[in-house]
C-alpha cells in the first residue's frame, strides 16, 4: 500500500482509502500510517474528497541533507523513504550494490543507509564499502521490518540525526 501510494503521488496523483475494516485502521493507527493515507468512510465520500480542496500539508522543513538508502526489499525502501522526507531530507534509494554505487558518483550523500543481508559480488561490496568510508553509514537491521512501526521509525530518525550531529525530528 505504501508503494502504492508513493508511486502514485509522485505522478501528481493521489489515493484514498474507502470502507477501511477496523482491524486495518488500527494497523494503520499502529504503524502510523493514518498521516500517509486519507480514509474515509464510504466510497462516495472517497470519490468527493477527490474534488474537494485538500487541507493545507504540513510543511516539512527541508534540511538540505542529501541520504542514499540501500536495502533489497521494496516495501522498506518505499517506507523510509516516505518517512525520511517526511522530515526534511532529501532522499535517494536503490535496491542493488551496483546501482547505489552509480548513484553516489553522481550525488553528494551525506548519509547512506544500508539495510540488511544486501547480496552483491565481493567486489562491488569491497566497492560500495570504500565509498561509503567517507560518510556516515547506519545500518538498518534485520529486525527493522519486524518491530513495530511507529518505534522502528522514531529510533531510525534518532540515529540518522546522531550521525549527522543535528537534533532529532519531532
Same mark, same amino acid.
Given at each position: 500500500?505504501? *508503494?502504492?501510494?508513493?508511486?502514485?503521488?509522485? @505522478?501528481?496523483?493521489?489515493?484514498?482509502?474507502?470502507?477501511? $475494516?477496523?482491524?486495518?485502521?488500527?494497523?494503520?493507527? +499502529?504503524?502510523?500510517?493514518?498521516?500517509?493515507?486519507?480514509?474515509?468512510?464510504?466510497?462516495?465520500?472517497?470519490?468527493?474528497?477527490?474534488?474537494?480542496?485538500?487541507?493545507?500539508?504540513?510543511?516539512? /522543513?527541508?534540511?538540505?541533507?542529501?541520504?542514499?538508502? /540501500?536495502? =533489497?526489499?521494496?516495501?522498506?525502501?518505499?517506507?523510509?523513504?516516505?518517512?525520511?522526507?517526511?522530515?526534511?531530507?532529501? /532522499?535517494?534509494?536503490?535496491?542493488? +550494490?551496483?546501482?547505489?554505487?552509480?548513484?553516489?558518483? @553522481?550525488?553528494?550523500?551525506?548519509?547512506? +543507509?544500508?539495510?540488511?543481508?544486501?547480496?552483491?559480488?565481493?567486489?562491488?561490496?569491497?566497492?560500495?564499502?570504500?565509498?561509503?568510508?567517507?560518510?556516515? @553509514? /547506519?545500518?538498518?537491521?534485520?529486525?527493522?521490518?519486524?518491530?513495530?512501526?511507529?518505534?522502528?521509525?522514531?529510533? +531510525?530518525?534518532?540515529?540518522?540525526?546522531? =550521525?549527522?550531529? *543535528? $537534533?532529532?525530528?519531532?
Amino acid at each position: 500500500m505504501v *508503494r502504492a501510494v508513493t508511486s502514485t503521488r509522485q @505522478v501528481h496523483g493521489d489515493l484514498k482509502l474507502c470502507g477501511v $475494516p477496523e482491524h486495518v485502521n488500527k494497523v494503520l493507527q +499502529l504503524s502510523h500510517l493514518t498521516k500517509l493515507f486519507d480514509a474515509r468512510e464510504s466510497e462516495d465520500d472517497a470519490v468527493a474528497a477527490f474534488y474537494n480542496k485538500p487541507a493545507p500539508k504540513e510543511q516539512n /522543513v527541508p534540511t538540505g541533507q542529501c541520504v542514499l538508502c /540501500v536495502d =533489497r526489499n521494496a516495501d522498506v525502501l518505499n517506507y523510509v523513504r516516505e518517512l525520511l522526507r517526511r522530515a526534511g531530507y532529501d /532522499v535517494h534509494t536503490s535496491n542493488h +550494490l551496483r546501482d547505489a554505487l552509480i548513484l553516489m558518483r @553522481v550525488t553528494k550523500f551525506d548519509l547512506v +543507509l544500508v539495510g540488511a543481508d544486501i547480496n552483491a559480488s565481493p567486489a562491488t561490496q569491497k566497492t560500495f564499502q570504500d565509498a561509503c568510508s567517507a560518510m556516515p @553509514v /547506519v545500518e538498518l537491521g534485520s529486525e527493522f521490518s519486524t518491530a513495530e512501526a511507529g518505534e522502528a521509525a522514531a529510533a +531510525l530518525l534518532e540515529r540518522i540525526a546522531a =550521525r549527522l550531529g *543535528r $537534533p532529532a525530528a519531532s
